[in-house]
């Protein structure tokens, strides 16, 4: 009976998708219809039921109660470990008076002897503690620096559960907790060189932080929440380590680039940009190759990495000469190197590399606004700026500047990114400015004196502005058919970035100009203009007239166009309407026409065309 209903189920619910009503169902097997009814009732009810996607305020909703509850662990370890503390105090106080009570009544004369064999039995264990303890760590050993890079950011000090809002610049120890709000951007600079950007939304914790035996570091982080972008320096000591811990793996990287992405699921993904990082959950361990990612969701083991899909949009900066690069976001983080060797990387998705002669920095998918690159001169010369943008695996434009430089100067040239519908439009460059001491880079200079840290603070050595080699975009004026553009030509052009350029174009004899395809003013206009701040492309369409003779027979007259010459583009559908008089009624079309026996019918016009309008007298 149960083989014959679940049958009977299956059929009807593929009735019921082709459109039929359960009532036909029912009627077909009434011996089963109390039963069926309720499960057909059900499975149209479900069917009907919309799906449900997670609203704004229900995600909101989760991250906070997330957030809440990892508030609420961390106060509770640090509770456990202030009562841990505090029962060793206990313990050391009831040791004391209990040494006070040996040395009290009948025992006081046994005080000299007793002081004697404690204070050398005290003595030989803080001498063997001192020899077996690590070696003393400085200070600078076991901190890192906090910079703000925008926007609001909240720490929560060692032994504390009080959150306060972060200074720039401010030097967190082990215990330490860090966290983001909205629009809010942070990097934190371990005493060893390495670094973490921490995105919007963020709150990590700084677990361990020190130096180990033979000159290496030991760091570990809690990433709670958010989005990070690492970059490790390279590790030679075999006991050095950087590992970032999150709530459903264990990260740990010698010398590399890697995102960490912590979401409201508490899933975390790990992307790769150069070296290798080793994750491991549920004693389970996978290794994550440049260019590769892995998700791992909460209370599983890591599957197998994949390749990172590409970046859908590229900046390439390319600098030739004498010159040392760096180039900072719009979001205040920078890529590249100081003249004395040192390099950082806090733009997510960056690399910076130094083939011989020449500098680049790429960075995937770019952010639109305003960026800055820093070029700071190391000897005179000559120094070429490239900046190339790509989008899907095309170059977008190109922009190439040469200037003559000196030695110990530094230079700034900003540039605007612009976007269209998530695709690299161009790029807006300024003139190269003198830095004179705004240096755009939040970086962190580690002293090997293990002197305090500092930021960065380029000197004021700007000389005179640089020698203007070339500086030029270069408009293309491309793929003119049936026509020209008689200003400023076909061809291509160089001119100065700001110049504002006449366009005019001029279809040949039977042709009209159809429209501009390119960034100008007007693209409809035959005249126009555009404004030369990038390298840009400009093609003048056309589009082929053609005539449309119409003539009405004896009989009756044709309405629509009406009766006449008419002039088209090609490719226009034009409608015709004839209208026989009394006692005369409508034939046919003669012509390429739609349909030549309707009196209303279109004809395409492709060339130049006549159509008549046919009438035959009623009987």
């Known amino acids: 009976m149960r083989t014959e209903l679940s049958k009977v189920l299956n059929e009807c619910l593929l009735r019921l998708r082709r459109g039929e009503d359960s009532s036909a169902c029912l009627h077909d097997y009434p011996e089963l219809s109390p039963e069926l009814e309720e499960l057909l009732r059900t499975a149209s009810f479900v069917s009907c039921a919309p799906k449900v996607s997670p609203s704004d305020d229900f995600r909101a909703e989760s991250k906070a109660r997330i957030i809440a509850g ?6 509770r370890e640090r509770v456990a470990k202030l009562e841990h503390r ?18 009290s009544g009948r025992n006081m004369i046994l005080i000299p002897v007793t002081l004697l ?39 929560q000090r060692a032994d504390s559960d009080i959150w306060e809002k972060a200074g720039d610049r401010v030097v967190l120890e082990a215990g330490s907790l860090v966290r983001t709000k909205d629009e809010s951007h942070a990097l934190l600079t371990f005493f060893e060189g390495s670094s973490i950007k921490l995105e919007p939304d963020t709150n990590i914790e700084i677990k361990q932080v020190k130096s180990v035996e033979g ?7 809690k990433q709670w929440l958010g989005k990070t972008w690492s970059r490790v320096v390279k590790r030679v000591t075999p006991g050095s380590r950087y590992e970032i811990e999150t709530p459903s793996v264990n990260a740990l990287v010698r ?20 070296g290798t990082v080793s994750v491991t959950a549920l004693d389970e361990e996978v290794y994550v190759s440049a260019g590769q990612e892995v998700k791992v969701e909460p209370g599983t083991a ?41 390099a950082f990387n806090q733009i997510p998705g960056s690399k910076s590399t130094s083939p011989i002669g020449s500098q680049v920095i790429t960075i995937a998918d770019p952010l639109s606004g305003e960026y800055k690159a820093v070029l700071r001169c190391i000897d005179d010369g000559t120094s070429r700026f490239f900046l190339k943008g790509v989008s899907a695996g095309e170059t977008v434009f190109t922009h190439t500047s040469e200037y003559e430089v000196a030695d110990d100067s530094e230079w700034l040239i900003k540039f605007n990114v612009e976007f269209q ?15 004179a001491g705004r240096a755009p880079e939040k970086i962190v200079i580690i002293d090997e004196k293990k002197e305090p840290q500092k930021t960065a603070a380029t000197p004021v050595k700007s000389v005179l502005q640089p020698t203007l ?34 366009l005019v174009a001029k279809p040949d004899k039977g042709w009209e100009f159809d429209c501009w395809e390119g960034d100008v003013v007007d693209s409809l206009s035959p005249t126009t203009t555009i404004t030369m701040n990038k390298d840009r492309t400009v093609t003048a369409r056309f589009v082929k007239t053609c005539i449309l003779a119409v003539v009405s027979g004896v009989g009756g007259l044709v309405e629509k166009p009406g009766q006449g010459v008419y002039s088209y583009r090609a490719g226009t559908v034009v409608e015709l309407h004839a209208e026989a008089n009394a006692g005369w009624k409508f034939d046919r079309w003669t012509g390429k026409v739609a349909d030549p026996f309707s009196s209303t019918t279109t004809i395409t016009i492709n060339d130049s065309e006549v159509v008549t309008a046919n009438f035959v007298a009623m009987p």
């Open 70 to 75: 990892l508030r609420e662990r961390q106060v």
């Open 86 to 103: 505090s029962a060793a105090a206990r313990f050391m106080e009831r040791a004391g008076e209990a040494v006070l009570r040996v040395f």
């Open 117 to 155: 064999v404690l204070l050398a039995l005290g003595g030989s264990l803080l001498i063997a503690a001192v020899l077996t303890s690590p070696s003393p760590q400085s200070a600078q050993s076991s901190r890192c620096t906090l910079s703000i890079l925008s926007g609001d950011v909240e720490i």
């Open 215 to 221: 000159g290496g570091s030991e760091i570990i982080l």
């Open 255 to 274: 010398g590399t680039l890697f995102e960490t992405v912590v979401d409201e699921t508490a899933a975390t993904t790990i992307k790769t940009t150069e």
């Open 302 to 342: 890591p599957p197998q990495p994949r390749p990172i899909t590409p970046a859908n949009n590229e900046l390439v900066i390319t600098v030739i000469g004498p010159v040392v690069a760096s180039v900072c976001d719009p979001m205040g983080s920078s890529t590249g190197y100081l003249p004395s060797g040192m």
């Open 421 to 435: 519908d998530s695709r690299l439009n161009g790029v807006t460059v300024g003139y190269i400015e003198p830095l």
């Open 469 to 502: 080699s070339t500086q030029t975009y270069t408009l293309e004026v491309t793929g003119c058919t049936s026509g020209t553009v008689t200003e400023p030509g076909v061809g291509k052009f160089s001119f100065k970035p700001g110049t504002v350029v006449s």
